[in-house]
């Protein structure tokens, strides 16, 4: 009896922490852009996804502060459904910004990576800063110092398109870059 009643109390348990959890096992739809709780990105630099706190909301920076420039428009870049790689015409864009940034050493940069609606809150963050990531080190490699950019993911709580189709998901799965000083 004992047994029992120690196997019934870990099985009540195990089913409060994964419906806690917000896992996709318990209400997600198909297609989500999180298939399980076990497709969450690894930390990165021993930060976990969405660890800077609120949307709008920057990383700290040294005490630095940078303000958007009014009037800079900078190209977004786009990504294909549930993917942190940066697609070949998303590429020249971004060539066209490291040009920028490279002749104009005052400007900084802020990435914000964006999802569609799809996929869990906690997933859609880390998915959002992958893409922030990838855009920083797609600039990085073209020359643009590391220390110039700043990276922040909003998951899905920002999109471009209110929709649920995949016309409005395309235009959500994105990376914003902001000029700022």
């Known amino acids: 009896m004992n047994r029992f009643l120690k196997l019934a ?11 806690g959890s917000g896992c996709h096992w318990f209400g997600g739809s198909e297609g989500d852009e999180a298939q399980t709780a076990g497709n969450l990105p690894p930390p990165i630099d021993g930060l976990t996804p969405g660890q800077f706190g609120a949307p709008g909301g920057l990383p700290p920076t040294s005490g630095v502060e940078w303000t958007p420039i009014q009037g800079m428009t900078l190209p977004t870049v786009y990504f294909a459904y549930d993917q942190s790689t940066i697609g070949t015409t998303e590429q020249a864009k971004l060539e066209q910004v ?3 940034l490279l002749q104009k050493k005052d400007v900084n940069l802020i990435i914000e990576g964006n999802c569609d609606e799809r996929g869990s809150i906690e997933y859609n963050r880390g998915l959002g800063e992958r893409r922030a990531l990838a855009v920083k080190a ?19 709580e920002r999109p471009a398109v209110q929709g649920h189709d995949e016309a409005a998901w395309a235009k959500n799965r994105r990376a914003d870059l902001i000029g700022a000083k």
């Not at 109390?9 to 419906?19: F, K, P, R």
């Not at 600039?139 to 899905?156: N, P």
Request: hydrophobic share 60%; net charge positive.
């Open 98 to 100: 490291a040009n920028i």
């Open 138 to 156: 797609y600039l990085t490699k073209l020359g643009v110092a590391d220390a110039r950019m700043r990276t922040i993911s909003f998951g899905s």
């Open 9 to 19: 109390v870990s099985a009540v348990l195990l089913t409060a922490m994964v419906a």
